[in-house]
């Protein structure tokens, strides 16, 4: 390895910044990149910032006082949408889409439609009491239920998801563990992503999988698919988190540090389009974080022929940089 | 207040190359090569590192390697524990020497 290459892979650990970093724009343009749109093959739904937990990482500022929900009428909307496109994924993400009183309905409409259908769940909600119905639905129509899951260590989690969680995770998981999910053969997927309890990037993924699949099953006999690691963005209550603990500079240079041009063909944002629990697109559920809408137009899905066109401009800012750090984020 | 040590200056380590470029190019190849993922993995690399920058009393190499577990799935848990080995054992060779101690005094007395 190159001494300067070696010398500087020791120093970056540190976090310490000595400059403040490029804006993302500025890195693409100088490195010769474009970010633009692939085919468009996942449609992202978020149905709302009501959620049972106010996680101090949460991007989006979901939370139990949130008003936006989406509405049956929109609800229709995005139905024709998917009709009209016919997406190959269509994930369904929140806030808690769990509380979202249309849910069961909009599983049942959308399945039919996209060869596979995602939910997010942060895993709490499912050990509220009231989400047999919800779980059977899954289950009939074979959801992969993608489970937040930030830490093996307790303390670490409850840091991020707020106290007594980590007990609920367990159940949560249990919960779906006895109707099938993440059992072999029984085609019933759940996925777990751990984000970092902090102001620091994720560890590799298939080291985290492999402790992760140890540890659940050693010591509570939890099994699951698959363990994806991201970085949490700094956006919502996370930048406000970095920005109060005076971590946000150091932060964000730890993401512009670890650009890696390899990341950008499989960014997400180049596949997959979103539309919020008002009906509008964006290109990532970052950017409805930001306000950035699709292509930077505010567009209905009611507008919509179909999936945007390859090729497309899509919107970006500094926050842009998570996705591209280290590994990526896809 | 001033102080010998300035957390910037971990960033200005390349800077050592910059005279005796060739052993420096060695250690530097060296290191990368230990901390790579070998028997022992990553992670269980960097708790070591930070054990032993305790032992030490690396303020550069804590700040280090402090971050590099947190980035590899570790907990203040697990450091904690791994700066109580570093103690264990700087103790311990101290207090080993303890046998020479005894020796030496039962030499001498009756």
């Known amino acids: ?224 698919n698959n363990l994806f690691n991201f970085a949490n963005v700094p956006l919502g209550r996370f930048r406000d988190w970095l920005l109060q603990s005076g971590n946000f500079e150091q932060y964000m240079y730890r993401l512009a540090s670890n650009f890696n041009p390899c990341t950008i063909e499989g960014v997400m944002c180049r596949t997959l389009v979103l539309v919020s629990w008002d009906g509008y697109l964006y290109d990532c559920d970052f950017n409805l974080a930001k306000g950035l809408f699709l292509g930077g137009r505010q567009t209905h899905v009611s507008e919509m022929a179909g999936p945007p066109e390859p090729g497309s401009a899509i919107a970006t800012g500094d926050h842009c940089y998570t996705c591209t750090a280290g590994a990526g984020f896809t | 207040m001033e102080s010998y040590y300035d957390p910037k200056d971990l960033r200005k380590f390349e800077e050592i190359g910059q005279d005796a470029s060739g052993l420096a190019k060695k250690f530097f190849d060296y290191y990368g090569t230990v901390f790579a993922e070998g028997e022992l993995t990553e992670r269980e690399k960097s708790l070591i590192a930070l054990a032993v920058a305790h032992a030490v009393q690396c303020p550069y190499c804590i700040d280090a390697y402090t971050q590099a577990c947190l980035e590899k799935g570790s907990n203040l848990g697990e450091m904690t524990e791994a700066i109580h080995v570093a103690v264990a054992i700087r103790g311990g060779a101290s207090l080993v020497h303890g046998i020479q101690m005894r020796n030496v005094a039962q030499k001498m007395s009756m």
């Open chain 1, 1 to 224: 390895m190159h001494v300067k290459q070696s010398l500087q892979k020791i120093s970056k650990a540190s976090g310490r910044k000595s400059t403040p970093f490029e804006p993302f724009r500025l890195t693409l343009a100088r490195k010769g990149l474009k970010l633009e749109r692939g085919e468009t093959k996942t449609l992202q739904l978020n149905v709302g910032l009501l959620c049972n937990q106010a996680c101090r990482h949460c991007h989006l500022n979901a939370g139990p006082d949130r008003k936006e929900v989406l509405n049956s009428e929109t609800m229709d909307e995005v139905v024709a949408y998917a009709q009209r496109s016919q997406y190959d994924t269509i994930d369904i993400t929140g806030g808690a889409p769990e509380l979202n009183p249309n849910l069961v309905s909009l599983i049942e409409r959308l399945t039919p439609l996209a060869r596979r259908i995602m939910l997010r769940s942060n895993l709490t909600v499912l050990t509220d009491g009231r989400r047999d119905h919800l779980i059977d639905v899954m289950k009939a129509h074979r959801v992969v239920i993608v489970a937040s899951f930030p830490s093996l260590n307790e303390s670490q989690t409850e840091s991020q998801r707020g106290q007594r969680v980590f007990g609920t995770l367990i159940s949560g998981l249990k919960r779906l563990n006895a109707v099938g999910y993440g059992r072999d053969d029984s085609g019933l997927e759940v996925n777990l992503v751990s984000k970092p309890t902090g102001a620091f990037l994720p560890p590799a993924q298939d080291q985290s999988e492999k402790r992760f699949r140890k540890v659940l099953y050693q010591k509570w006999g939890l099994v699951f």
